[in-house]
């Protein structure tokens, strides 16, 4: 039995059913079946959170709290850190970015997810770096250089390429300077949760969808006093600690401060419970099993060029990205949808500059006139299986 929830045998329009092949992973996940299990288990106790009095109430405070103890061990916290059950990775780092103190610079790197991108309006964006040895060079040149408090933003796992960025190295590299160091671990979480607390990380933020726990909750963790200084996220019932009858209003400290409304248990159960899968059973040699063999084939066809930002050889989780030159991409995903039961994502993947840049780069390797307007992604993870990969380049072929 499959580890995670799927649609089973569609039908194709030439009478054949077969097995959906979900290669678009990466933007949002199936769901695992422990996180569904657990769910279902805490249904029918389903009750207020931080708000009742009775055994229902208590039973999910204390499963929401848990939920977020969870998370904190997975990521390696001591006291001095929060956890903040936040929608998504883009709220958690619009919530950060709200956070952040005044005069803080912010370092990111050009090659960012939107979400990491647009929250800082004022950052000092470094070019996006050829390998991962040059983006720690850049970060020390940068860091030399800079002065006053500092915030380094950096993605994880890069969504466009699916290339692992040298997060531990930048850690140490921030640290030196007094700067601290946000990371982006939307895209690497889901195939490398075991090393989350290795990351050496102030912040790290990650989506519960692209965890196999599509249940709406996100988190932003780390340091707390950024947090417990600033203005509360969202004003509103729970991060209020206590309002006057002219509507002053003192606000609450630890996690409520920033989480204002009724708070979405399920979905902070259901990420726990599929950091706490992910952790006790890795799935990261399969998938790079499929993902050398998804590479291999596509090398091998004339009219498809994979995107890359560092050298082929660089480590990826499990996505990759790849222009085809004789055809819209866009009708061509939708050929593969319909024709052969398969999922790929087409577009510029909320990283724009990055992909536009990169899928010129792949056209001009292959000698093309014009770089095609949208790449195509296949992402593998959990449930992708080798016919999935094999089906993807008979049809790409
Ligand atoms: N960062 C990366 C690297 C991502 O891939 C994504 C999702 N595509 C995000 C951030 C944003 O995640 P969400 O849409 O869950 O907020």
């Given at each position: 039995m499959s580890d995670v929830l799927s649609p089973g045998e569609i039908k194709l329009p030439d009478g054949r059913s077969v097995d959906f092949a979900n290669l678009d992973i990466a933007a949002t996940a199936p769901c695992l079946r422990s996180v569904a299990d657990v769910v279902a288990d805490l249904l029918p106790y389903y009750g207020s959170v931080h708000r009742g009095a009775g055994a229902l109430s208590q039973r999910c405070t204390r499963e929401y709290e848990l939920a977020r103890e969870t998370v904190a061990d997975t990521l390696g916290h001591g006291p001095a850190d929060t956890v903040i059950f936040t929608r998504n990775t883009t709220d958690a780092f619009n919530l950060l970015a709200r956070a952040v103190p005044p005069g803080t610079t912010v370092v990111t790197f050009g090659a960012e997810h939107h979400a990491n991108l647009l929250p800082w309006r004022d950052a000092?964006?470094?070019?996006?770096?050829?390998?991962?040895?040059?983006?720690?060079?850049?970060?020390?040149?940068?860091?030399?250089?800079?002065?006053?408090?500092?915030?380094?933003?950096?993605?994880?796992?890069?969504?466009?390429?699916?290339?692992?960025?040298?997060?531990?190295?930048?850690?140490?590299?921030?640290?030196?300077?007094?700067?601290?160091?946000?990371?982006?671990?939307?895209?690497?979480?889901?195939?490398?949760?075991?090393?989350?607390?290795?990351?050496?990380?102030?912040?790290?933020?990650?989506?519960?969808?692209?965890?196999?726990?599509?249940?709406?909750?996100?988190?932003?963790?780390?340091?707390?006093?950024?947090?417990?200084?600033?203005?509360?996220?969202?004003?509103?019932?729970?991060?209020?600690?206590?309002?006057?009858?002219?509507?002053?209003?003192?606000?609450?400290?630890?996690?409520?401060?920033?989480?204002?409304?009724?708070?979405?248990?399920?979905?902070?159960?259901?990420?726990?419970?599929?950091?706490?899968?992910?952790?006790?059973?890795?799935?990261?040699?399969?998938?790079?099993?499929?993902?050398?063999?998804?590479?291999?084939?596509?090398?091998?066809?004339?009219?498809?060029?994979?995107?890359?930002?560092?050298?082929?050889?660089?480590?990826?989780?499990?996505?990759?990205?790849?222009?085809?030159?004789?055809?819209d991409p866009a009708a061509f995903a939708d050929a593969l949808g319909r024709d052969h039961g398969i999922g790929v994502r087409t577009g510029l993947f909320c990283a724009h500059p990055l992909t536009r840049r990169l899928l010129a780069e792949a056209a001009a390797r292959k000698g093309a006139d014009r770089a095609p307007?949208?790449?195509?992604?296949?992402?593998?993870?959990?449930?992708?299986?080798?016919?999935?990969?094999?089906?993807?380049l008979a049809a790409l072929r």
């Open positions: 000092v964006r470094l070019p996006a770096p050829r390998s991962p040895e040059e983006a720690v060079e850049a970060l020390e040149r940068q860091l030399y250089r800079g002065k006053g408090q500092t915030l380094v933003s950096v993605t994880a796992a890069g969504n466009v390429t699916g290339e692992v960025w040298p997060v531990a190295r930048l850690a140490e590299v921030a640290h030196r300077f007094g700067a601290r160091i946000a990371v982006d671990a939307a895209q690497l979480a889901p195939h490398a949760a075991a090393s989350l607390s290795g990351l050496g990380a102030d912040y790290v933020a990650f989506s519960g969808h692209k965890l196999y726990a599509p249940f709406g909750a996100g988190v932003l963790a780390g340091r707390a006093d950024w947090l417990e200084a600033a203005e509360p996220y969202l004003a509103g019932g729970g991060a209020s600690a206590h309002v006057s009858d002219d509507a002053a209003v003192r606000w609450a400290s630890g996690p409520a401060r920033h989480e204002a409304g009724t708070p979405n248990l399920l979905g902070a159960v259901a990420l726990a419970t599929a950091l706490r899968t992910l952790r006790e059973r890795s799935f990261e040699e399969p998938e790079a099993a499929l993902v050398r063999r998804l590479r291999a084939g596509l090398a091998a066809l004339a009219h498809t060029e994979e995107l890359r930002l560092f050298p082929a050889d660089a480590q990826r989780v499990g996505i990759v990205s790849f222009a085809v030159l004789d055809r307007a949208q790449a195509i992604r296949a992402s593998i993870g959990i449930g992708t299986t080798v016919e999935h990969v094999d089906r993807l």
